[in-house]
């Protein structure tokens, strides 16, 4: 599905790493993975504010926060600890949209086509994923 999504987007590179990890595959482990294939590119992290409150808690915490920079997107009801090194928040327009919320969205027969790609929409019909008809 982020073939899919991803699809017009030539400098995006959709890797399946963590398919080949042991369960439960760790975001450290995926990291060191690709800086050992890729020693000449510099990683990040995107996620939003709702995951950056459990970062903490993640396994090898240090060794992500050490050495990767982590761009947060603001949501609405979270106050996370900012002050982490590397985290730095950006300021995009505020959309109130996840994909949690998107999820539900679907499982509810409620409309998602304005925040889907159409193709990664089809998919998930055709699939049956999160409840879709």
Known sequence: MLNV?????????????????????????????????????????????????????????????GHFTIYVYPRRGYNADKTLPNVKMVEPPYLDISSTIIRQKIRNKEDVTTLLPPKVWTIIQREKLYGAL
Do not use: Q
Request: glycine residues 2%.
């Open 5 to 65: 999504a991803f699809d017009t987007f030539n400098y995006v590179e959709i890797k399946d790493i963590e398919l080949s990890l042991s369960r439960p595959s760790y975001t450290y482990r995926t990291l060191e993975i690709l800086t050992k294939e890729y020693p000449n590119c510099h990683f990040s992290l995107i996620m939003g504010e709702d995951s950056l409150v459990t970062l903490p808690t993640w396994k090898c915490v240090e060794k992500i926060i």
